[in-house]
């Protein structure tokens, strides 16, 4: 009597469109004497196929081991090797069975170089009776650095979200493998099932490797040649598309059926003027089931490349090219990045009370253009050279004054339609592009927030085809990294071109000068080093960062080796702990000196900051009152925040602030306001009210930018010893740093010296006393000729520094 194919089959993949693979659930004990009695079908029909088994060396290429009578051999390919392994060639086996702490000097664990069937690979050959069933191992360097794991390998398992081991089975050893062959390339469009002959139960054959390679290089979305107007959707499974259009404000449709090219495109075209029309596509799709049951399910969509639409959920807008270019005159060169100083803000909040705004306009692109035509406008007052506009790409919302972060994608093309005067008009288009510029005629580079590690909903992706756009775990579900529900799977190709598409698109048709990436760890770094390449060969200044996080872990060290600047939040934690007296001098050094030393390959890779939207606010989080709440500040509060701000601008790196942060922005104690408008918005009378702390906010701002502050604006890597760190005399996290040291930028040095206990202290800086020094801030005040009065004492090479104080002085 036969065996239920699911008690026999581990899994079934087609590998190409006419090849796959077939994993038994154990080794198949007749390997010897014949094959599996396995067939296809499709549609209730056999396909004719043939079967051949694997050799073990096959499955060795996929898991990592094979075994033979005696022994486990072990097998580490060159692709598995990290980029930070290149050139070596000690390479050690690690797992449960050696406590993952295999002893380098000992070479039992040492696997060697051997040509393999051909191929050249990393051989270890350990008694069986030494690895146990079950067992997780991976491989390691001798310069510390782990193996990578292929995505497609058939024994992986995640020990710890995004950390994945190889696990060895006693039952599959390399004799359960086979490949089969069929003679026409079947079609995405209609599931293959496995049947274990002569048993009725069916399997379906996993089509995802196959699907997730194909690609095409044509335009998506609307497209232009001469009089043609082309309409292209991604849609390999799909059975059926139709174009739907429509004049504004009519209900008359055009229906355009489309076809299906063999990349797995749908496409149609018209040769009629369709300025301004609405349109979408219904989409057709068979679902199928394990007994051969069909089940025909519709939608209708907006396009994902749309490039503006009258709603979260559609239609889209025809969008003609002459409206997709920035104005002519807009030549801004974006800073240095060791010259920004950028702020985080978020349109709503900034106009919230703004003055001389209208109501409609508080919400609008429009109406933060028309405030920054005045003098007096917040943002123009601070001498930031860099805006961090939290995302404005159309976003999940039920009505346009609905508040939101904008971190619920539903478009990434798109300007937000809550945003624009006249949606239906696509006005957001000229809009934004007005408002970029207006940015840039003030000389301040705008940076957008962009979320590309999941979507809101509905999306469009999720109708079209939800296996090739969003990852899934074993169970079947949707993965959940990022937190919001769903994670999109930047590896699939076309994926990953939507993501590359999307961000030409802003640089080309807005002049964006650059973007954060949100929870960047679920791009991946192949994803972020492919935008990188991108993005560079068309604005080669262009600004890149990275929030190097997610659920799932954590890619700040791998950012290193990119060209990509990423958030530190390991600053943003050391700040708050330091100002509050739990610090150390070691932290304050190396987080002033741009994190170098670990985590920075360059000054400006580190954005160091205090405070994010994220989370509580900084005056919040740092207060000494109760629930976190710093509505209402104590004086030591207010001279915290003093020192966190010298910080921050006296760091070498580039520096962030979040809005509101120069006035003592408070969120009366809560951490996630993302849905809380009147938390979040800017009260300017606040700003009045602690006008001293944002005068001591513009005028470290202004200094940092002077031609002393290029100590801190360092473009290339300095010396070891560039920066020294004196520690006070009382042995406490007090420190005074000296910027330039070894005096390779010139003669000039600055001393920055602060004090966050609620002791006086002192240090002994002998070694500084052939210099002449001028101190030009200190806890309160910054002035950029030097200080006249009530100078912190400094003499006989003994510096004294009051409780809860910095002090910063020039040498010459």
Same mark, same amino acid.
């Given at each position: 009597?036969?065996?239920d194919?699911?008690?026999?089959?581990?899994? %079934?993949?087609?590998?190409t469109?006419q090849?796959g693979?077939?994993?038994?659930?154990? !080794?198949?004990k007749?390997?010897e004497?014949?094959?599996p009695p396995?067939r296809l079908f499709s549609?209730?029909?056999?396909?004719?196929?043939?079967?051949?088994?694997?050799?073990? $060396?096959?499955?060795?290429k996929?898991?990592g081991?094979?075994?033979?009578q005696?022994?486990?051999? $072990?097998?580490?390919?060159?692709?598995?090797?990290p980029?930070e392994?290149?050139?070596?060639?000690?390479?050690?086996l690690?797992?449960d $069975?050696?406590a993952?702490?295999?002893?380098? #000097?000992?070479?039992?664990?040492q696997?060697?170089p051997e040509i393999?069937?051909g191929e050249?690979?990393w051989?270890?050959k350990?008694p069986?009776e030494?690895?146990k069933d079950?067992q997780n191992?991976?491989y390691?360097?001798?310069?510390? *650095?782990?193996?990578?794991?292929a995505?497609?390998?058939?024994?992986?398992v995640?020990?710890?979200?995004?950390?994945f081991?190889?696990v060895?089975?006693?039952?599959?050893?390399g004799?359960?493998?086979?490949? $089969?062959? @069929?003679?026409a390339?079947?079609s995405?469009?209609?599931?293959?099932f496995?049947?274990?002959y002569?048993?009725?139960?069916?399997?379906?054959?996993?089509?995802?490797r196959?699907?997730l390679?194909?690609?095409?290089?044509?335009?998506?979305g609307?497209s232009?040649?001469?009089?043609?107007?082309y309409?292209?959707?991604?849609?390999?499974r799909?059975h059926?598309?139709?174009l739907?259009?429509?004049?504004?404000?009519?209900?008359?449709?055009?229906?355009?059926?489309?076809?299906?090219?063999?990349?797995?495109?749908?496409?149609?075209s018209?040769d009629?003027?369709?300025?301004?029309f609405f349109?979408e596509? *219904?989409i057709?799709?068979?679902?199928?089931?394990?007994?051969?049951?069909?089940?025909?399910?519709?939608?209708?969509?907006p396009?994902?490349?749309?490039?503006a639409?009258?709603g979260p959920?559609?239609?889209?807008?025809?969008?003609?090219p002459r409206?997709?270019c920035?104005?002519?005159?807009?030549?801004?060169?974006?800073? !240095?990045?060791e010259?920004?100083?950028?702020?985080?803000?978020?349109?709503?909040?900034?106009?919230?009370? %703004?003055?001389?705004?209208? #109501?409609?306009?508080?919400?609008?692109?429009?109406g933060l253009?028309?405030?920054?035509d005045?003098?007096?406008?917040?943002?123009?007052?601070?001498g930031?050279?860099a805006?961090?506009?939290?995302? @404005?790409?159309?976003?999940e919302?039920n009505?346009?004054r609905?508040?939101?972060?904008?971190?619920?994608?539903?478009?990434?093309?798109?300007p937000?339609? +809550?945003y624009?005067? *006249?949606?239906?008009? +696509?006005?957001?288009?000229?809009?934004?592009?007005?408002?970029?510029?207006?940015?840039?005629?003030?000389? @301040?580079?705008?940076?957008?927030?962009?979320v590309?590690?999941?979507?809101?909903s509905?999306?469009?992706?999720m =109708?079209?085809?939800s296996?090739y756009?969003?990852r899934?775990?074993p169970?079947?579900?949707?993965?959940?990294?990022?937190?919001?529900?769903? !994670?999109?799977?930047?590896?699939s190709?076309? =994926?990953q071109?939507?993501i590359?598409?999307?961000?030409e698109?802003?640089?080309k048709?807005?002049a964006?000068?650059g973007?954060?990436?949100?929870?960047?760890?679920?791009?991946?770094m192949?994803c972020?080093?492919?935008?990188e390449?991108h993005l560079?060969?068309?604005?080669?200044?262009?600004?890149?960062?990275?929030?190097p996080w997610?659920?799932?872990?954590?890619?700040g060290?791998?950012?290193?080796?990119?060209g990509?600047?990423?958030?530190?939040?390991?600053?943003?934690?050391?700040?708050?702990?330091?100002v509050?007296?739990?610090g150390n001098r070691e932290?304050l050094e190396?987080?002033?000196g741009?994190?170098?030393k670990y985590?920075?390959?360059?000054p400006?890779?580190?954005?160091?900051?205090?405070a994010?939207? !994220?989370?509580?606010?900084?005056?919040?989080?740092?207060?000494?009152n109760?629930?976190h709440?710093?509505?209402?500040p104590?004086?030591?509060?207010r001279?915290?925040?003093?020192?966190?701000i010298?910080?921050?601008f006296?760091?070498?790196?580039i520096?962030?602030?979040a809005?509101g942060?120069?006035?003592?922005?408070?969120?009366h104690g809560?951490g996630?306001?993302?849905?809380?408008p009147?938390l979040?918005?800017?009260d300017?009378?606040?700003?009045?009210?602690?006008?001293g702390?944002r005068?001591?906010?513009r005028?470290?701002? *202004?200094?940092?930018?002077?031609?002393?502050?290029r100590?801190?604006r360092?473009?290339?890597?300095?010396?070891?010893?560039?920066?020294?760190?004196?520690?006070?005399?009382?042995?406490?996290? +007090? +420190?005074?740093?000296?910027?330039?040291a070894?005096?390779?930028?010139?003669t000039?040095k600055l001393?920055?010296?602060?004090?966050?206990?609620?002791?006086n202290?002192?240090?002994?800086?002998?070694?500084?006393d052939?210099l002449?020094w001028?101190?030009?801030a200190?806890t309160?005040r910054?002035?950029?000729t030097g200080?006249k009065?009530?100078?912190?004492?400094?003499?006989?090479?003994?510096?004294?520094?009051?409780?809860?104080?910095c002090?910063?002085?020039?040498?010459f």
């Amino acid at each position: 009597m036969g065996v239920d194919i699911d008690n026999r089959v581990l899994s %079934a993949f087609w590998e190409t469109r006419q090849q796959g693979l077939v994993v038994l659930k154990e !080794d198949w004990k007749m390997y010897e004497s014949g094959l599996p009695p396995l067939r296809l079908f499709s549609s209730e029909k056999e396909i004719p196929s043939h079967f051949e088994r694997l050799s073990p $060396f096959e499955y060795a290429k996929r898991s990592g081991y094979y075994r033979n009578q005696q022994h486990i051999c $072990f097998i580490l390919l060159p692709e598995w090797i990290p980029r930070e392994d290149a050139g070596c060639s000690l390479f050690f086996l690690a797992g449960d $069975f050696n406590a993952w702490q295999p002893e380098t #000097e000992n070479s039992y664990w040492q696997l060697h170089p051997e040509i393999v069937h051909g191929e050249l690979c990393w051989l270890l050959k350990i008694p069986t009776e030494k690895i146990k069933d079950g067992q997780n191992f991976k491989y390691v360097s001798s310069q510390k *650095h782990w193996s990578q794991i292929a995505p497609h390998s058939l024994n992986m398992v995640e020990a710890t979200p995004g950390i994945f081991n190889f696990v060895y089975s006693e039952q599959r050893t390399g004799y359960h493998l086979f490949r $089969f062959f @069929i003679d026409a390339p079947f079609s995405l469009q209609n599931s293959v099932f496995l049947q274990w002959y002569p048993q009725k139960n069916l399997q379906a054959i996993d089509d995802s490797r196959v699907l997730l390679k194909m690609r095409s290089e044509q335009p998506m979305g609307v497209s232009f040649v001469g009089q043609q107007t082309y309409f292209r959707l991604f849609g390999p499974r799909l059975h059926s598309v139709e174009l739907h259009l429509r004049k504004p404000h009519s209900e008359l449709a055009i229906i355009q059926p489309m076809s299906q090219d063999e990349d797995g495109v749908w496409f149609c075209s018209l040769d009629i003027p369709l300025d301004g029309f609405f349109y979408e596509y *219904h989409i057709g799709r068979y679902k199928i089931y394990s007994n051969n049951r069909k089940e025909y399910e519709e939608w209708s969509i907006p396009d994902p490349y749309a490039k503006a639409l009258c709603g979260p959920q559609g239609p889209g807008i025809i969008i003609p090219p002459r409206q997709l270019c920035p104005a002519a005159s807009d030549e801004f060169q974006i800073p !240095d990045w060791e010259n920004l100083q950028i702020m985080e803000v978020h349109l709503r909040d900034l106009l919230a009370h %703004a003055d001389n705004i209208s #109501e409609e306009k508080r919400s609008l692109f429009s109406g933060l253009r028309e405030w920054l035509d005045d003098p007096h406008c917040y943002l123009r007052e601070l001498g930031i050279n860099a805006v961090e506009l939290q995302p @404005i790409t159309e976003y999940e919302h039920n009505e346009p004054r609905e508040y939101a972060w904008g971190y619920m994608p539903v478009n990434f093309f798109a300007p937000c339609s +809550a945003y624009a005067s *006249h949606p239906e008009e +696509a006005s957001q288009v000229e809009e934004f592009q007005e408002l970029v510029a207006k940015f840039h005629s003030l000389g @301040i580079a705008v940076i957008l927030d962009v979320v590309y590690n999941h979507l809101g909903s509905p999306n469009p992706y999720m =109708a079209i085809d939800s296996d090739y756009y969003f990852r899934h775990g074993p169970d079947g579900n949707f993965t959940n990294f990022s937190g919001c529900g769903n !994670d999109f799977r930047s590896e699939s190709l076309m =994926a990953q071109q939507v993501i590359l598409d999307s961000l030409e698109h802003f640089v080309k048709t807005y002049a964006v000068d650059g973007f954060r990436f949100d929870l960047a760890e679920l791009l991946g770094m192949d994803c972020l080093r492919a935008i990188e390449n991108h993005l560079k060969s068309i604005k080669p200044s262009i600004i890149l960062i990275a929030e190097p996080w997610s659920f799932r872990g954590y890619i700040g060290h791998e950012i290193r080796s990119t060209g990509f600047a990423a958030w530190n939040d390991e600053y943003r934690n050391f700040i708050a702990d330091y100002v509050r007296g739990n610090g150390n001098r070691e932290g304050l050094e190396y987080f002033l000196g741009g994190s170098l030393k670990y985590r920075s390959r360059f000054p400006a890779q580190s954005v160091h900051y205090a405070a994010s939207h !994220d989370d509580h606010c900084w005056i919040d989080r740092i207060t000494e009152n109760t629930s976190h709440n710093g509505h209402n500040p104590t004086p030591e509060d207010r001279r915290r925040t003093h020192l966190g701000i010298a910080m921050l601008f006296a760091s070498i790196g580039i520096p962030m602030f979040a809005e509101g942060q120069d006035f003592l922005h408070s969120k009366h104690g809560t951490g996630n306001t993302y849905k809380n408008p009147e938390l979040n918005a800017l009260d300017y009378n606040r700003a009045r009210f602690f006008s001293g702390t944002r005068e001591y906010f513009r005028n470290w701002s *202004h200094y940092r930018r002077s031609p002393m502050g290029r100590l801190w604006r360092l473009h290339k890597r300095p010396s070891r010893h560039y920066l020294h760190s004196y520690p006070s005399q009382e042995g406490k996290s +007090a +420190a005074a740093l000296l910027f330039n040291a070894t005096g390779e930028l010139g003669t000039e040095k600055l001393l920055f010296a602060i004090n966050p206990h609620k002791t006086n202290v002192q240090f002994d800086l002998k070694e500084l006393d052939g210099l002449n020094w001028r101190q030009v801030a200190d806890t309160e005040r910054l002035e950029i000729t030097g200080l006249k009065h009530s100078l912190y004492a400094f003499s006989n090479a003994i510096l004294r520094l009051p409780s809860l104080s910095c002090g910063l002085w020039e040498g010459f």
